[in-house]
């Protein structure tokens, strides 16, 4: 397996398949920013689902066994389907997982299934309609997430809900939402407002830190601890003690996971990103569309690019000097 600078290798790939979406999350894509005059990428710009084979193909060489299709929206891409279904039976991927903001899942789920998706990871930060309006920028009520949710769970999905938890704005929605994903044994996971992208205002005294939330929950949960499941898991793991369901905390801030970060991101126009905070990234459209396209060689391109890798923004940030221009979290998919 290929391993870069600091001895990490390359198990998980992230394809973004779009830039758009329905929502308008606050620390995401405001409305402010991403609004009527935006200008998102052109369709004739995504990479088509042919030129993701030839990256998946080669990105399997190198170690890859997990793949996670994100966005933007990553439901809005037409042909999902067709595509998940080639990624599980001719690429013979073992672990495909969607992540999505679970507005078009109820009507969705049966087919995401039958096409060969293992795992759904569902984005709902509150339960109350007016917080959850306020977060998603539309104003939209979480009874068609929730919708969603159930209807992904009713077709055996292993699904897990990822809330981002800003102080002030949601912080009173970590208790109900605890208690009621833990009633139907469906993951749920804190994440801690990150600075990703460049307008979403972010600040640390806004951060709720993995630590608060875990004594908020161990206020009324008794909850112990669970081993990383794998390499290049995130999450810290916590099960109910009653073992009704697990949650997790995602502390990308406050305990950053750099060292087991094994992870590409390729957005939808077809850049590798070899980190969530980069700056710029590894134009393989141009090498994907070149007259001289090889395969050999687009695996000895990428084998050499992850060997040079040296990623560890989460580790600095606190040391300052990370205040330069990053990607947005939609454009490349969190
Ligand atoms: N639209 C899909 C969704 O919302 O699930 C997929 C793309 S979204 C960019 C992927 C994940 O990034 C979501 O779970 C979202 O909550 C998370 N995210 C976006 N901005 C974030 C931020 N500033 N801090 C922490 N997580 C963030
Ligand atoms: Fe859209 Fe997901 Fe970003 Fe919200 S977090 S704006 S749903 S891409
Ligand atoms: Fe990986 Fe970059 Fe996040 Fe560190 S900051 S965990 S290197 S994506």
């Not at 919708?147 to 769970?153: E, F, H």
């Not at 699904?159 to 208790?175: F, S, T, Y």
């Not at 695996?299 to 040391?319: A, G, I, K, M, N």
Request: charged residues 30%.
């Amino acid at each position: 397996m290929v391993k870069d600078r600091r001895g990490r290798g390359l198990t998980d790939l992230r394809i973004s398949l779009t830039d758009r979406c329905n929502l308008r999350c606050t620390y995401c894509m405001p409305k402010e920013v991403f609004g009527p005059d935006y200008e998102f990428l052109r369709k004739s710009e995504w990479l088509t689902f042919r030129e993701l084979d030839d990256l998946v193909e080669a990105f399997v060489q190198l170690g890859v066994r997990k793949i996670r299709l994100t966005g933007g929206e990553p439901l809005l891409r037409s042909g999902i389907n067709k595509y998940i279904y080639g990624l599980k039976h001719i690429h013979k991927i073992e672990d495909i997982a969607l992540t999505t903001n679970g507005l078009r899942l109820a009507e969705r789920a049966g087919e995401l299934k039958a096409a060969g998706l293992d795992r759904v990871t569902v984005s709902l930060d509150a339960l109350d309609a007016e917080i959850a309006g306020q977060m998603n920028g539309r104003g939209i009520a979480p009874r068609a997430v929730l919708a969603g949710i159930a209807a992904a769970q009713h077709e055996g999905f292993h699904v897990k809900v990822n809330m981002v938890v800003e102080r002030g704005v949601n912080d009173g929605e970590i208790l109900p939402m605890a208690r009621y994903f833990k009633e139907r044994g469906i993951t749920l996971r804190f994440i801690e407002f990150m600075d990703v992208g460049n307008h979403n205002g972010w600040k640390m005294d806004r951060v709720v830190s993995g630590q608060e939330i875990l004594e908020k929950i161990q206020s009324e949960f008794a909850a112990e601890p669970i081993d990383l499941s794998s390499q290049g898991e995130v999450a810290k793991r916590y099960r109910y003690a009653d073992g009704s369901a697990e949650f997790g905390l995602i502390t990308s801030v406050t305990q950053p996971f750099c060292r087991g970060c094994t992870r590409a991101r390729i957005s939808a126009d077809g850049k590798l990103y070899t980190c969530l905070f980069a700056s710029t990234g590894l134009d393989l459209k141009a090498y994907l569309r070149a007259d001289d396209y090889d395969s050999a060689k687009l695996l000895q391109f990428l084998s050499s690019h992850w060997v040079q890798r040296d990623d560890r923004y989460s580790e600095l940030r606190t040391q300052g000097g990370t205040d330069r221009k990053k990607i947005e979290m939609s454009y490349i998919g969190g």
